[in-house]
């Protein structure tokens, strides 16, 4: 479905029947059931295939999207940078999507954050890109990040790098959920550290993180929600 400025609609099969020149502001919304743009268009389809949004964006020529969220989705770099290029992104919502080089490999998390300057708000699950290092990690600053969570997390994550963007946007509530499985994993005994220092220095200065990873004492998983409960209150 395809919703003009004024009151008509328009409905089409397949991703091949919809315009070119589209002109996009507001939101891209995409999960296994539709996708929608507002407020230049509405596209209502049943999401069967990975490479859905590649066939949308080349008949794109004005994005300028404030929320972008694509659920399993496979994108190359220059796709996204196309998407993110307007530098207006605030809501950026990417659970189980890909962002691959020409080379055919994931993008890092410090090349997705280059791209959205202006981000409130970061959700991505399942397929999450590591950092490359920390000092690329330490030259990132989202300056209007409020919230940035990341679900299943791997455990070959780096997490050290994570820590650096944590503690430099420690204004911001974040929440880091690591995958299931075993408890030994190798950066383990670290957040468990990390953990207990925030709670044992008891600060709501800043909303405090919510951390949660396989092998995590009972304690500081207690002591980290009374935390955000009391920033809350």
């Not at 919703?3 to 020149?21: C, H, K, M, R, Y």
């Not at 791209?115 to 030259?139: D, R, T, Y």
């Not at 925030?198 to 200065?205: D, L, P």
Request: glycine residues 4%; negative net charge; aromatic residues 12%.
């Amino acid at each position: 479905m395809y919703s003009t400025f004024g009151s008509n609609n328009l409905i089409w099969q397949s991703a091949d029947e919809v315009p070119n020149n589209l002109w996009i502001t507001g939101t891209i919304f995409s999960d296994q059931v539709s996708m929608f743009f507002t407020s230049s268009f509405f596209f209502d389809h049943v999401l069967n295939e990975s490479s859905f949004m590649s066939k949308i964006i080349p008949k794109i020529v004005v994005c300028d999207v404030k929320k972008l969220e694509l659920h399993g989705q496979d994108l190359s770099l220059k796709e996204y940078e196309f998407l993110t290029a307007s530098g207006m992104i605030e809501d950026f919502i990417f659970p189980s999507t890909l962002i691959k080089e020409e080379n055919g490999k994931n993008v890092y998390m410090e090349t997705i954050l280059e791209c959205l300057p202006n981000v409130k708000s970061v959700l991505l699950s399942v397929q999450i890109p590591s950092f490359s290092s920390v000092a690329k990690a330490e030259k990132i600053c989202l300056q209007k990040l409020e919230k940035f969570v990341l679900r299943s997390v791997p455990h070959d994550f780096n997490f050290e790098a994570m820590l650096v963007f944590m503690t430099k946007h420690k204004y911001a509530d974040i929440r880091l959920n690591v995958s299931q499985g075993t408890s030994n994993f190798p950066y383990m005994s670290n957040l468990q550290k990390y953990v207990d220092q925030v709670v044992q220095e008891g600060s709501i200065q800043h909303p405090p993180p919510l951390i949660s990873f396989p092998g995590q004492s009972e304690e500081s998983k207690t002591g980290l929600m009374k935390l955000y409960s009391h920033f809350h209150d």
